[in-house]
């Protein structure tokens, strides 16, 4: 028989010291999924990516590289630096590439110092993880020593890594032998990265028209120093002249030859899923009955169009995917007219229209060179965002000393995660956006990838992702949504970063519908700046009762937002998943900050003529007295300035990693892989989103 008490919203503990034994969520009793020490060890991690990116771009003008920068000579290497960081990224995602692809002594690691690649490398493998649809799915869908790689690793040792962290001044510790050696014996690289890269550079690419290794590809061109983009691997107008068949190669056109390599590897008899078809869309359940149902269609649109036989003899795969590739002209565009035959043949696919959600999303998952169906690059240049914000908020400074004055804070993140999942499960159907605390625990539970999958099913019956598009009135409206759900369910505010006020009410908080008539209380804890160590203050939420002023009283309650001053912008919405389409990009988002700003301001007139409960006039309060603060979903991303419009992504975005502007030669949608939005090349488009919404 079920409890009486069943639906009723999640009781939190006093968290101003630990974390209490058992969270509630979907009317089950859990231990933490996430700890205090992951939290730690995962801070301890972006504060080194941040030092990382630092150094990066202190070494374009420094002592160690000065010879490179001659008085009387032009530069030897890029001397912008967001250049130069964009450089090291890209060179940071190869170094994964090859390493994740090489051959290892065994396919499960047993974690030890030995195992964990350089911090580049790290960086890399962190966001990866930070898209968990993605990663499972390529794990799974073919068997190729980079699959299995991600399989082995698919839940980074947080502690471990951050052991191989210097914990104040976040430089990475001298490796030991064994780890430099696993590292290179791997990878074929040196196992230290290099910060500066010079104009003289290169890399080995392997020609995707004749097969024939090119040494001599350049990383970096000086056509970029001038902002003409450059045609180096690593600058967004790569083009490369093969040494031998004298063809010209892009990243795109890398791309089509990966997927021809995947239909032909397929006809051969290999297990083979393309990209975007091996998990269910709602779910990201494993369903290989779609997959190899999906996989079929495309392949009978191949077969029909250019009348190829199911089967490929094993020696002729290579060959018979160059002339696949020729075919198609090596144009993606070509590709997905051929997608889409093969997934709707009865529906017209006209030139003027853009290609299927799933098409995109697919075309998008082969747009770029390596392993991966999503470009890495983007997405470690969208991360620092959220490691910029986490910084902006205090959560970055050193370790010495500095974690016991933070402790209540990461605690009641913790906390509000968890009320978050709850808040999932009884909204399945809605769009939830979380706040940048949420967002960091969030991210700290995805990197344990397996636990992560098989608690959000368990709990949530389907994986959240980061993979969708939402225009900003949109996410404007969820966050809304969320933040009256929220209030509804625990009595308390969702956010009191200075943004716009809760709506007033007159009246009596409505009780969730089905809910006990019991009431119920909700704490929060007060640090000691503002109060006495044992104050606690408190909301009853009642059926039967309006919210009324906090009162002192017994630690049995929850802990799920503070009057702290400095924590204000912890509860800050994430602004993610932000997409512009329409009005040009500065006059729509300015139109959207003077709507936010005179419905706040109408509501916080509202709330000083009518009686209004605590947490609505503190809002109210602090969106009068924070004047700087600006409303969440209306900064103007890559009008303010484009962070890196060298690379053709704006990194100007609170906290993020998902999304960014496609490369010029792809079509539909952006590099990042989430791929609805069709944007033209050059716009920045979308801001990383942890949403609930799953496309249906």
Known sequence: MDSPHEDLPPHYDDLSMHLPPTFRVSNEDIPPLVTMTDVEAHLILLSAFAKLKQDVQNACASPATSHLHHQDAAPSCPTDPNRAWVVFVNRAVHRFDRFMSGSWSEDVPVWSETVIPPLDVIMVWHTYLLNPRIYHEDSLRRLTNFARRLAAMGSMPLTLVASTIHPTTFEPNLPSPEREAFFESTSGLAFMYTLATSFDEVLSLDCPCCNTTNNYVRWVTREGESGGGGIGFAEPLFRHKCDWC????????????????????????????????????????????????????????????????????????????????????????????????????????????????????????????????????????????????????????????????????????????????????????????????????????????????????RLLLRVPNHDDNVESTTLQAAYDTTAAAWRARYGVPYSVCGCMPDPPTTGKVKADKGKDKASRSIKTFVPCSLMMAATIVSVRRSSTSALHAPATSSRDGGSLVSLDISEADTSHPSEHNFYVSTAPVSTRLDRDLVTRDVEARTRSALIKKIPSDFWRRIQSERKERRSDHREAFTTRQGVDGPYYAYWGVSANVPHGFYGATKYKDAIGGCASGCATCGAPGGLPVCIYALIVLIES
């Open 246 to 457: 004298e063809r010209s190669f892009t990243r795109s056109i890398m791309g089509v030859r990966r997927f021809c390599d995947e239909v032909t590897e397929r006809r051969a008899g290999s297990k083979v899923f393309f990209a975007e078809t091996l998990l269910q869309p709602r779910s990201g359940r494993v369903d290989e009955a779609r997959g190899v149902a999906l996989t079929k269609r495309i392949l009978s649109g191949i077969y029909a169009r250019y009348a190829l036989e199911p089967d490929c003899k094993e020696e002729n795969v290579i060959q018979e995917a160059v002339d696949l590739s020729t075919t198609l002209k090596w144009e993606a565009s070509n590709l997905s007219d051929l997608i889409h035959q093969g997934l709707r043949p009865r529906k017209t696919q006209y030139q003027e229209s853009e290609p299927l959600p799933r098409v995109q999303r697919i075309i998008a998952a082969y747009s770029t060179p390596g392993h991966a169906s999503l470009d890495l690059v983007t997405a470690v240049l969208r991360q620092e965002g959220f490691v910029t914000k986490l910084k902006e908020v205090g959560w970055l400074c050193s370790m010495d000393g500095a974690i016991e004055g933070r402790t209540p804070a990461l605690l009641r993140a913790i906390a509000r995660y968890h009320a978050f999942l709850d808040l999932m499960s009884s909204k399945s159907q809605s769009l939830l956006v979380p706040t940048l605390d949420i967002d960091l625990v969030w991210h700290t539970h995805q990197l344990a990838a397996t636990a992560y999958r098989s608690d959000t099913l």
